[in-house]
């Protein structure tokens, strides 16, 4: 702990004349993410070749090599201690069209920076920037425009502890193309086969009352106003700066016009049963098509549940502590057990909890693996496991479970420590002083 103060003397000496310079080689660098900009104060005032600067960097990188697989809806309670320098990452899959969203509430003592970052996973593996929350720590959003994977991110600035919550929820990109109010009902779905089963359907259809307004769900341009027969009268719909074009067909009135610049909410026609719908009730047969043909449209319009079920107070009350495990147990690298690796645990492991989800608690194991525990096979460490007599004539405490880690104390032989639990081919012991330090097993 000594050597933790000195070092944030240190960064606040350094840190304060940092923020005090408002010119000088960091105004030379082109734009950049603020976590990259941070980053790079720090290299400019040459903290990032002191331990903490290092650690801070390493930790960005390492985090997302980590990155638990989270399902969406997640919410969870969180907490960042300034000491551990810490970083922490998620990954995610979502349906191409909808739209993600991203929240972040910090508590704390003093004001505290979070950066946040969203990457998507590319084909070869490659990690693309898709957004950053701005410093001000306002939510964001993004349209998942791909089937693909995402990572995000989240990592505070240096010297700096508190709790947040993390909130991502989905939803859909765009606008439903008929009023709510006018109890509109999806009746047929894309992929449906049509025509003795000929083809398939391209689109989805709406059941409505005849002549529902039709709107455009975006800001866009109106391409084409035209008919044909197996939509009938027609209206097509390129959304501003989207690679797709929405088709509306089945109306039985065009109100928009070729070329027009519309506005989400604008009528584009009304609600019919004309091409070859004249046998059914009126319905807008409501497609999506890219450069490669047609697509789902459905992710783009339903609205998703949104609905998380909160973390229990015992998972709450366990954030920020050292604990260990009651019992043999699964370590799970997803927050859907039946996916990802899992591993065992053995009674006693010692784990340090970082965040809270539902009935779970996400948890670092003495050599920086992560992932999520149950609950109920937590224990903290207010009772010793039993109390053992060293047996080596010179033993030393680490502060890590490594002889490689640096050296807390030494224990002389007949001495007796209090044992609070296990990791690899260590145990965590408290001495009379009430100071943990990490011995060897074969030490007593």
């Not at 606008?175 to 509109?184: M, V």
Request: proline content about 5%; aromatic content about 8%; overall charge positive.
């Amino acid at each position: 702990m000594k050597q933790f103060s000195i070092q944030i003397l240190t960064f606040l000496v350094a840190i304060t004349l940092l923020n005090s310079c408002k010119s000088g080689a960091v105004n030379l660098f082109k734009a950049a993410t603020p976590h990259e900009q941070y980053q790079r104060k720090l290299t400019a005032a040459g903290l990032d070749k002191t331990a903490m600067g290092v650690s801070w960097v390493e930790a960005a990188k390492v985090s997302i090599n980590k990155a638990l697989s989270v399902q969406i809806p997640y919410r969870e309670n969180g907490y960042f201690a300034a000491e551990r320098i810490p970083a922490t990452a998620y990954r995610f899959e979502v349906k191409r069209g909808q739209k993600i969203n991203i929240s972040l509430e910090k508590t704390s003592s003093k004001p505290m920076l979070v950066y946040l970052d969203v990457w998507e996973i590319e084909d070869s593996g490659d990690l693309k920037l898709i957004k950053s929350a701005d410093t001000a720590g306002r939510p964001f959003d993004f349209d998942a425009d791909d089937e693909t994977k995402y990572i995000l991110r989240l990592q505070p600035e240096l010297l700096r502890s508190g709790s947040f919550t993390l909130q991502i929820t989905s939803g859909p990109s765009l606008d439903f193309p008929i009023g709510q109010n006018n109890s509109p009902r999806v009746g047929s779905y894309f992929g449906d086969g049509r025509d003795a089963n000929s083809r398939k359907h391209e689109g989805i259809d709406i059941f409505a009352k005849f002549h529902t307004p039709v709107v455009a769900i975006a800001n866009g341009t109106v391409t084409r106003v035209n008919e044909n027969n197996l939509g009938g009268k027609v209206v097509w719909l390129r959304p501003e700066n989207k690679n797709y074009t929405l088709y509306y067909a089945h109306l039985d009135r065009q109100i928009a016009t070729e070329g027009q610049i519309v506005k989400a909410g604008d009528t584009l026609g009304l609600v019919g049963n004309t091409g070859n719908a004249r046998t059914t009730p009126p319905h807008l047969h409501f497609g999506l098509y890219t450069s490669r043909g047609a697509i789902d449209p459905l992710p783009f319009i339903r609205k998703t549940n949104s609905e998380i079920p909160t973390s229990t107070n015992a998972g709450l009350a366990n954030i920020n502590k050292m604990l260990r495990t009651s019992k043999k147990a699964t370590l799970f690298r997803s927050t859907n057990e039946s996916l990802d690796s899992a591993i065992t645990l053995p009674s006693s492991t010692i784990v340090y909890a970082t965040a809270s989800f539902q009935n779970y608690l996400k948890v670092e194991l003495p050599d920086g693996t992560v992932g999520y525990l149950r609950n109920n096979v937590i224990r903290n460490l207010s009772a010793a496991l039993k109390k053992v007599t060293i047996t080596a004539t010179a033993l030393p405490g680490y502060d890590q479970p490594s002889t490689l880690a640096a050296i807390k104390m030494n224990f002389t032989k007949g001495a007796k420590v209090d044992l609070l639990g296990i990791f690899s081919t260590y145990s965590l012991v408290t001495d009379a002083s009430n100071e943990t330090s990490w011995i060897s097993n074969d030490s007593f």
